[in-house]
């Protein structure tokens, strides 16, 4: 249970005991009424399992298959490995009929081990010299 759930818990909490209204307890949680009047009806049948999103722990709906996930990799180091992702996500999609972000392909590769970014160049402009101690003491 986070801090954020802990905090609704209390103010629940309090509203069940009489020490809040429902009207302040709704905005001390910065919901609406309704929204508050719903999560103390869950409160009160589920107890403190009210406050816990119900999705917790489970898999995404959107999450992207296992095999699919294997298939761009082994793709990607078989046929586009001097790629980027970006580059490789465009191929993916033209060759294969595989659509990936290039975000979501990046991720895969540095997961395999198949792709490292490139550091980025820093390259100094201009270096500064230490100042003079008197004036004039370059001219000479």
């Known amino acids: 249970m986070s801090a954020n759930d802990r905090d609704r818990l209390k103010v629940l909490h309090e509203v069940e005991q009489g020490h809040l209204k429902q009207k302040e307890g709704a905005v001390q949680l910065g919901m609406s009424e309704r929204g508050f009047r719903k999560l103390l009806k869950r409160y009160r049948a589920k107890s403190d399992a009210a406050v816990v999103h119900g999705l917790r722990g489970r898999r995404s709906n959107r999450r992207l298959t296992d095999e699919t996930a294997a298939k761009a990799v082994e793709a990607v180091k078989k046929d586009y490995r001097d790629f980027g ?13 595989l659509t990936l972000s290039r975000e979501t392909l990046r991720q895969l590769l540095i997961r395999e081990g198949a792709w490292t970014a490139k550091p980025r160049r820093i390259s100094e402009v201009h270096v ?13």
Request: proline share 8%; with cysteine; aromatic share 8%.
């Open 85 to 97: 992702p970006t580059l490789a996500a465009e191929y993916l999609r033209k060759d294969l009929s």
């Open 128 to 140: 500064w010299r230490p100042r003079r101690s008197c004036r004039g003491e370059l001219l000479q």
